[in-house]
T-cell receptor
Framework: DAGVIQSPRHEVTEMGQEVTLRCKPISGHNSLFWYRQTMMRGLELLIYFNNNVPIDDSGMPEDRFSAKMPNASFSTLKIQPSEPRDSAVYFC??????????????FGQGTRLTVV | LAKTTQPISMDSYEGQEVNITCSHNNIATNDYITWYQQFPSQGPRFIIQGYKTKVTNEVASLFIPADRKSSTLSLPRVSLSDTAVYYCLVGPNNDMRFGAGTRLTVKP
C-alpha cells in the first residue's frame, strides 16, 4: 500500500479564497483523523471519522472549517473563507480500529497551507 | 487538565541510551500508552505501544510500572538521526490527541 496520500503537498492561496485539502486513507482502515500543526499550537486534532461517520469534531476551530468523508477511501477538509491564521501544516492519519485494541496510526506527508 | 506530561526538551550524545518519561496520573483502566516520533516536515510515526510491564521492539523499549501512572520510552544507542519530537499518548484507540511532546536533540 502507498500509505496515506494527501494532496496537494503545498497550497498558497489568498485570503478569502476557498481551500480544499484531500486525503486518501490506507485501504481497509476504518478510522480517519485530520490534524493541524503550527509552531504555536502544536499538533491539534480537528476531527475524527469512524466508518465514514464524523465522531468527534470538537477540534474544528470555527464554522469556516468543514470536513467530509463520502466513502471509505476519500476525505476532504475545506476552509471557506480562508484567513492568514489558517496557515499551517495539515495532516491526515488513518487506523484500523478494532474493538478493545489499539492500532497504530499512519500519517500522510501533510499539506503545507499558506494563506496570504 | 493535561492527560500527559513530558519534558519539553532533552539533549543526548550519539551512542548513549535515552530515556524519556511521560506522566499520566489519571490513566484509565482501558487506556493504552503509545509513543510516536516526528521528524521535521513529516507526519508522526508510530514507535511503540503497551498496556503494562515492558514492551520491546526493534526500535525501542517501553517500561510501564505496576500503577501505570507513568511510562518510560527507552532508545538504545541513539544516533544523530534520532533527533526528533517524541509524543506520548494515553487513551483508547480513538483518542488520538497529541501533547507538546519532547524535543530530543542528539549531538555528535
Amino acid at each position: 500500500d502507498a500509505g496515506v496520500i494527501q494532496s496537494p503537498r503545498h497550497e498558497v492561496t489568498e485570503m478569502g479564497q476557498e481551500v480544499t485539502l484531500r486525503c486518501k486513507p490506507i485501504s481497509g482502515h476504518n478510522s480517519l483523523f485530520w490534524y493541524r500543526q503550527t509552531m504555536m499550537r502544536g499538533l491539534e486534532l480537528l476531527i475524527y471519522f469512524n466508518n465514514n461517520v464524523p465522531i468527534d469534531d470538537s477540534g474544528m476551530p470555527e464554522d469556516r472549517f468543514s470536513a467530509k468523508m463520502p466513502n471509505a477511501s476519500f476525505s476532504t477538509l475545506k476552509i471557506q473563507p480562508s484567513e492568514p491564521r489558517d496557515s499551517a501544516v495539515y495532516f491526515c492519519a488513518s487506523t484500523k480500529e478494532v474493538f478493545d485494541t489499539l492500532s497504530e496510526a499512519f500519517f500522510g506527508q501533510g499539506t503545507r497551507l499558506t494563506v496570504v | 487538565l493535561a492527560k500527559t506530561t513530558q519534558p519539553i526538551s532533552m539533549d543526548s550524545y550519539e551512542g548513549q541510551e535515552v530515556n524519556i518519561t511521560c506522566s499520566h496520573n489519571n490513566i484509565a483502566t482501558n487506556d493504552y500508552i503509545t509513543w510516536y516520533q516526528q521528524f521535521p516536515s513529516q507526519g508522526p510515526r508510530f514507535i511503540i505501544q503497551g498496556y503494562k510491564t515492558k514492551v520491546t521492539n526493534e526500535v525501542a523499549s517501553l517500561f510501564i510500572p505496576a500503577d501505570r501512572k507513568s511510562s518510560t520510552l527507552s532508545l538504545p544507542r541513539v544516533s544523530l538521526s534520532d533527533t526528533a519530537v517524541y509524543y506520548c499518548l494515553v487513551g483508547p484507540n480513538n483518542d488520538m490527541r497529541f501533547g507538546a511532546g519532547t524535543r530530543l536533540t542528539v549531538k555528535p
